[in-house]
C-alpha cells in the first residue's frame, strides 16, 4: 500500500493527462511537462512528510500500541486521500502528499518492529524481510495502473489512480484490529494478562507456556531497564554505533540503487526518446 502511494505521484509526472492539466507547454517538444520545480517539490513532499511521521511514531506507538497507531495512521490516510482526489492545483497536491506523508511515516517505523515482535524467532527474518517484497509488488502495481491509463486524456487518468489508494487502508484497519497486540508492548505497560493472552492467539495453545514467556519478557524488560537511561547519543557509542550503520545502510542501499530515479524512469525515457528523434 505504501509503496503504490508513494510511487504514484512519480508515474504522474509522465502522465499525458496530468502533465496537460498541471504542466506548462514545451515548445521543443511540442507537449506540456510538469515544471522542473513542482517535479521535486513534489518528489520531496511525501518524503518530507514521512520524516516527521517517523519521530511521530515513536510516542505515539508507545502510549497506545503498534494496533492502534498504525489503525489510527490508516485512517488518516483515508482522509488526506480525500485532498489529494479533489485538489485542482499543484500547490494542494504538494499539501497533501507531505500530509499523506505523515502515516507513512508510522507505518516505516512500526512494519517492522511489530512483525518483528510478534512472529516466532525463526520466521523473524524471512517475515520482516518480506516486507521489501512487498514493497516491489507495489511498485509494479502502481506501474501497471498509470500504464492502463496513459492514453486516456481526461481527468480519470489520474483520478482512478487516485481513488484506488482507498482499496487499501481500511481493510488493513480491519485485519489489525482483529490482530493481537505485541506482548512485548503490553508487558511493558505492565498488562501481564492481556500479555499472556496475545502470546497464546500468537501460537497454538497446547504448545505454548505462556506464563513463562511473559516472564521471560518481563526479565528481559527489567534488565534493560535496570541500566542507565538511553539517549539519542547511545546509537553512536559502541556497539549501538554497528547496529545504527547496518540500519542506516539497510535504508541507504534502496536510494543508492537508483529507486528514486526509478520512480520517475517514464518521464526520463521520454525525454531520452523525444532528444534521439530530434536528432
Not at 496530468?18 to 513534489?42: E, M, T
Not at 518481563?218 to 534493560?224: G, M, S, V
Not at 540500519?247 to 531520452?272: D, H, M, P, S
Request: glycine letters at 8%.
Amino acid at each position: 500500500m505504501e509503496s503504490y502511494d508513494v510511487f504514484l505521484i512519480g508515474n504522474f509526472v509522465a502522465l499525458p493527462a496530468f502533465a496537460g492539466k498541471y504542466g506548462i507547454y514545451d515548445p521543443a517538444n511540442n507537449k506540456f511537462v510538469v515544471a522542473p520545480q513542482w517535479q521535486s517539490a513534489l518528489q520531496v513532499s511525501g518524503q518530507l512528510g514521512a520524516l516527521i511521521g517517523v519521530f511521530l511514531a515513536g510516542p505515539l506507538t508507545s502510549r497506545v500500541g503498534y494496533r492502534w497507531a498504525t489503525i489510527f495512521g490508516l485512517m488518516l490516510l483515508n482522509a488526506f486521500i480525500f485532498i489529494f482526489y479533489f485538489a485542482e492545483s499543484l500547490p494542494l497536491i504538494f499539501v497533501a502528499q507531505l500530509l499523506e506523508g505523515l502515516p507513512w511515516g508510522i507505518f516505516i517505523a512500526n512494519a517492522p518492529a511489530y512483525c518483528s515482535e510478534i512472529v516466532p524467532i525463526k520466521l523473524r527474518a524471512p517475515a520482516t524481510q518480506m516486507l521489501q517484497m512487498f514493497w516491489a509488488i507495489g511498485s509494479i502495481l502502481v506501474g501497471g495502473v498509470t500504464y492502463r491509463y496513459n492514453a486516456v486524456q481526461g481527468p480519470e487518468a489520474y483520478k482512478i489512480p487516485i481513488a484506488l489508494q482507498w482499496l487499501f487502508p481500511t481493510p488493513l484497519a480491519i485485519l489489525l484490529y482483529c490482530a493481537p497486540e505485541s506482548p512485548w508492548w503490553l508487558v511493558r505497560k505492565g498488562r501481564l494478562e492481556e500479555a499472556a493472552h496475545s502470546v497464546e492467539r500468537l501460537g497454538r495453545r497446547s504448545r505454548v507456556r505462556a506464563a513463562e514467556t511473559v516472564a521471560m519478557m518481563r526479565r528481559t524488560i527489567d534488565l534493560e531497564t535496570s541500566t542507565k537511561s538511553p539517549s539519542h547519543l547511545e546509537l553512536f557509542k559502541g556497539t549501538d554505533l554497528y547496529r545504527t550503520m547496518i540500519v542506516c545502510g539497510v535504508y541507504a542501499a534502496q536510494n543508492l540503487t537508483g529507486n528514486l530515479i526509478a520512480n520517475q524512469a517514464v518521464y526520463f525515457f521520454e525525454r531520452k526518446s523525444s532528444l534521439f528523434l530530434r536528432k
